[in-house]
């Protein structure tokens, strides 16, 4: 089992940006491939930034260049650091992971946090 808190989530403007955060116990999050996915009302949810054990890091295309996907092994959290926000990122955004060196089929996720971006 894995527990994963999301935070940091809220509004933002357009070409703004935000910070997300999950928390992750009692695994460490160095180990194992973790992600961020997102959805959106209407919309299967999606895969936007993923980091993967050894530190390589891969990204949906519409977010490559805007999105940051980091972690602090001190704090075990995963980050995302989001710039250049566009009005379609909005929707709610989760931290998920299967405890494996691959992101495929997440089975432990977090209970999300919105982000809305007004233009």
């Known amino acids: 089992q894995v527990h994963m808190v999301e935070s940091g989530g809220g509004s933002a403007q357009a070409g703004g940006s935000l910070r997300l955060s999950c928390t992750v116990s009692?695994?460490?999050?160095?180990?194992?491939?973790m992600g961020w996915f997102r959805q959106t009302p209407g919309k299967e949810r999606e895969g936007v930034a993923f980091m993967y054990r050894y530190g390589n890091t891969d990204y949906k295309d519409s977010v490559k260049g805007r999105f940051t996907i980091s972690r602090d092994t001190d704090k075990n959290t995963l980050d995302l650091q989001m710039d250049s926000l566009r009005s379609e990122d909005t929707g709610m955004y989760y931290c998920?992971?299967?405890?494996?060196?691959?992101?495929?089929?997440?089975?432990?996720w977090g209970q999300g946090t919105q982000v809305t971006v007004s233009s």
């Open positions: 998920a992971t299967r405890l494996s060196l691959d992101c495929d089929r997440p089975s432990f």
């Open positions: 009692p695994h460490t999050v160095s180990d194992y491939c």
